[in-house]
């Protein structure tokens, strides 16, 4: 089994669809994005690493009536709807592209690591 199948079936495991996102953020130069979103009493992480591409695509047609920063936890309006994730060889270099559908946004990732944490 590829690892991204293991990887995949451990996130499916928490059971992530329609699950609220908690938090989505960047850090390091957009070396590193850092997913979180509610499973049940915990919290599911996603830490990508090593990252190579980060493509966020917010639905033009989705009017933002304030600014996501004044919304709290329980007002954010994303919710995941699909994650897709792929082992990927480029170069000789293995890595994750990971796609992840949460209306109205979507993200693209290709990182080096990706690891699953249920906090």
Known sequence: ???????????????????RLKRLSTNFFGD????????????VVLKFSNCYQINYNHALN?????????LNSNQLP????????????????????????MPPLDLEILSKDLIVLKE
């Open 32 to 43: 590193e994005l850092v997913l979180v979103y509610e499973d049940d009493d915990r919290e």
């Open 78 to 101: 994303y919710f995941l709807q699909d994650i897709e994730l792929k082992d990927c060889i480029y170069n000789g270099i293995k890595y994750f592209k990971c796609k992840i559908s």
């Open 62 to 70: 989705y009017d933002k009536e304030k600014p996501v920063r004044e």
């Open 1 to 19: 089994m590829m690892e991204a199948e293991q990887l995949l079936k451990k996130i499916e495991d928490s059971h992530y669809w329609d699950a």
